[in-house]
């Protein structure tokens, strides 16, 4: 069985993946976040040292730690920035050969929505936090083609046991699509450097996602079976933020932060 890290442990995706994934692998949850479970380890990422104490012996990292939202800059530097090239650097280090890395749809959310949108599209991030998931693209190129790492990116749309608004239809993931999703990257041999979308097969989405179908991605829920529902509660917002794939993150300096104290968990 192999043995799998996966950071930002306490977060949703987190929790959802641990709960996925347990049994199918040996699994190391991390986050400076305390988790009471017993293959919990706590480490707070933007620290060399604590990064690679975390990433030794592994055979994979799942690296969702992080700051999830559009947020203050010194927050996305310190944990999307510095975080994320502490994990993959200390992964290097540690020989750790395959990463799994959670970029998301905001690093591309200024695509309009009438636009369908592959893996090989140039970013276009809608705010601090989505350039912060293009910089963990990038460096994960460079790790590939400079180190011969195996990188694996999933731009995640919306992971939820439910679609909770109109964009969402396009770009929701429900918790065993992702599973799925994440085990490719851990388990599929060869993969040198991949860019998947994180969604169901959604009938509203706006990705096209041949390249995830390629390498043995096969989604079991739709949003659709949603739709009538979350149609009827859905109001008028902004008109940049209808217009554009990312919403909300194309206007708003700051969206509420899950993980801010007294807000609930971190995502
Ligand atoms: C993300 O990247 C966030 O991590 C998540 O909290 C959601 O806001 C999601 O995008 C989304 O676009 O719904």
Avoid at 111 to 128: A, L
Avoid at 162 to 186: F, H, N, T
Wanted: one cysteine or more; hydrophobic letters at 35%.
């Amino acid at each position: 069985m192999k043995t799998v890290l996966i950071t930002g442990a306490t977060g949703d995706v987190g929790t959802h993946l641990a709960r996925e994934l347990a049994g199918k692998y040996q699994l190391r949850l991390s986050d400076r976040r305390p988790l009471k479970a017993k293959n919990f380890v706590k480490a707070d990422i933007s620290t060399m040292a604590d990064a690679l104490r975390i990433t030794q012996g592994v055979d994979a990292i799942v690296h969702l730690g992080g700051y999830s939202v559009e947020g203050p800059w010194e927050a996305i530097l310190q944990a999307n920035i510095i975080g994320c090239y502490n994990v993959f650097e200390a992964a290097r280090r540690n020989g750790v050969r395959r990463i799994v890395f959670p970029t998301s749809n905001h690093a591309v959310g200024f695509y309009r929505r009438d636009q369908t949108i592959d893996h090989n599209v140039y970013p276009r991030p809608d705010s601090r936090y989505g350039v912060s998931k293009v910089f963990g693209e990038a460096l994960g190129r460079l790790y590939t083609d400079k180190y011969g790492m195996e990188m694996y990116m999933i731009r995640i749309g919306n992971v939820n046991p439910r679609p909770l608004d109109k964009r969402r239809l396009s770009i929701w993931i429900s918790p065993r699509d992702i599973a799925q999703l994440v085990s490719i990257g851990i388990d599929k041999p060869g993969i040198k450097f991949e860019i998947v979308y994180g969604i169901s097969r959604n009938k509203r989405a706006w990705y096209d996602n041949s390249n995830a179908y390629r390498l043995g991605y096969d989604p079991q829920d739709d949003a659709e079976a949603y739709a009538a529902e979350v149609l009827a509660k859905e109001k008028p917002g902004d008109p940049v933020a209808e217009l554009h794939q990312g919403g909300i993150f194309c206007v708003a300096e700051e969206v509420p932060n899950p993980a801010a104290p007294g807000k609930g968990k971190k995502k």
